[in-house]
């Protein structure tokens, strides 16, 4: 079982950074392949980044190549989304998950646990 505590979530304007974090509990993180997603209001929850279990595979949305960057530190059961340049279509819930096979993907289902969501509001 894996819980997950996602936070750094927050107002920032068009242009700006941030940095969220997903904390996890659990024995087996370092075996688990890791992604972020979003849900814009009254939109369907998309794939941002993913990361596998050894953090030396990862896969980026085309909407946020270049711009985003997903990490992890095993020791600290912690993956992070480094987001840069961000514009307001970026708006929405970020969620953090965790799926049993350590490769990434971009399917949500194929991932088991998920965290409950951080809120990223981007002005322009």
């Known amino acids: 079982q894996v819980q997950l505590v996602e936070s750094g979530g927050g107002l920032v304007q068009a242009g700006g950074s941030l940095r969220l974090s997903c904390a996890a509990s659990?024995?087996?993180?370092?075996?688990?392949?890791l992604g972020w997603f979003r849900q814009a209001p009254g939109k369907e929850r998309e794939f941002v980044a993913a990361?596998?279990?050894?953090?030396?595979?990862?896969y980026d949305a085309d909407s946020v190549k270049g711009r985003f960057t997903i990490s992890r530190e095993n020791a600290k059961k912690t993956v992070y989304l480094q987001m840069n340049s961000l514009k307001p279509e970026d708006t929405a819930v970020y969620y953090c998950a965790a799926r049993g096979s350590g490769w990434v993907d971009r399917d949500s289902s194929k991932y088991d646990y998920w965290g409950q969501g951080t809120q990223v509001t981007v002005s322009s």
């Open positions: 990361i596998s279990w050894t953090g030396g595979s990862t």
């Open positions: 659990g024995r087996t993180f370092s075996s688990y392949g």
